[in-house]
């Protein structure tokens, strides 16, 4: 009966008001992030999702639509069953998988789909997607709608190229959102994370696609803060789509301290004539994954050479990591801070099972959604509206929750240290520590944000305690359960 019963909302809607469900367990995509539901629902068209929402909207249920839990931070949880006496549903929309091509390289597409499978789809039509994160394990929804991004001075990140919205708010109305019928939600949607509706649909601006260069260069590491951050700012400076993998600190367990490794690897993307070779395809280098030690190019088409496969994802093992994006112009002063910082943690991390502390820097063009990481709304009028993301991950010699969660309080200081100083920006699915006032900073339209919030899900249907206590939502802080329930991970 329960399997039937995730088929379709209509014998859902039946089963939920006759009889009880067994709950469903759902985890990240590392299972350090936990949360259990009333069910999981799998609607298997957009009717029978707003059939769906308009039946527990009067009840008030909690409602969590997930993908592939590629995240690391509390964003995507759902409010667990134990510490609420309202149902609370992990919604999948697997199955809203229409696509149409149209006009001038646009292509329309349900929410089902991930990147790994509509890739080929543009492909097929002799398209690509405008950039790519490194790895094409994501829907493509829940990917886009957090910040996810790629690198290059003069991209976006993948939301900005979405043209418009299909939605279904808390009470199963569905709304067309696009620069013409709403504006604002349109920014508003961009960067939504999983709070103001159900995406069903998007349309996206895709290009045609193209063969591309990538160049892995080996280069010297330097143990001197200042010079590293010479180094960093000067290769940055060569490339218009690169990344900077490295410096990487190893944990020296005889002297208890982070030693920088010798080396580290630049990677770059250049346009070229050409074509028909495809040697970058095997190569997971692109995410770390591959032979990375030695230096080395290939060429493949654009999607192939910028992003790997989810055979290509080489390690799902516990990791503690925040990515920030600053202003470029002031990558050189932000690296030292962000370095010695992450040093003067040092003695917090003793005695944990510490493997190594890798950095990483890539490069994004600013976009105007309320709540992208990159949105120019705060830059002064000389700025270049292009960022830095500047990422720090701790990563253990084995699965230890001890280490997982002093990586989390260590990390969790940044904003609060280096934040106003350097107008940072933090990723929304990877660690982050702040309230409305911060945000409001740093992202200056998050009242417009929040007003839409609040049209399309009046009763907190959508929230989760990620999203109420990082943009302090009142009118949900007394319906969103404060209590925390015994999970895998710290609170």
Known sequence: MLANMRETAVLILTLLSATSVNAYRWFNWEFDVTCEATDYVVPASEAELAAFLKHEHPKGSFIKAVGNGHGLSNLTTCVDVSTTDRDSYILSLSKLRDIKFGHNNTVTFGAGWDLVDIVPELIARKLQPANLCSERVQNFIGAATTGTHGTGKNLGNIASNILAFRVVDAAGNIHVINNETDPDGLKAFKISLGA???????????????????????????????????????????????????????WDDTKQEWEILPTFTLMYWEPTDVTGVYNCSTNFCSNGCGDCSNNSFCYDLAPYSISVPPAGVCSRAFMGQIEHFVPLEQLESASIDYTNLQLSHTDKLKGLANSVAVYEYRFIHGDDAFLSPANTYNLPANSSGIFAAIT????????????????TDTLGTFVSELGAKHNVRP???????????????????????????????????FANRFVVDHLDIERCQDIVPTAVPTLLVKA
């Open 196 to 250: 103001l509706g159900i995406v069903t649909e998007v349309t996206l601006q895709a290009e045609p696609l193209q063969f591309i260069k990538r160049t892995t260069e080996v280069v010297q590491a330097s143990a001197n803060v200042t010079e590293q951050a010479a180094l960093i700012k000067k290769y940055a400076e060569q490339h218009d789509r690169i990344n900077i993998a490295g410096p990487t600190y190893s």
């Open 392 to 407: 720090i991950t701790y990563i253990p010699t084995y699965n230890e929750y001890e280490a997982l969660w002093a990586y």
């Open 427 to 461: 990723h929304w699915n990877k660690n982050s520590v702040f309230n409305l006032t911060y945000a409001q900073t740093a992202y200056p339209h998050v009242d417009k944000w929040l007003d839409i919030e609040a049209k399309y899900d009046p009763k907190c249907q």
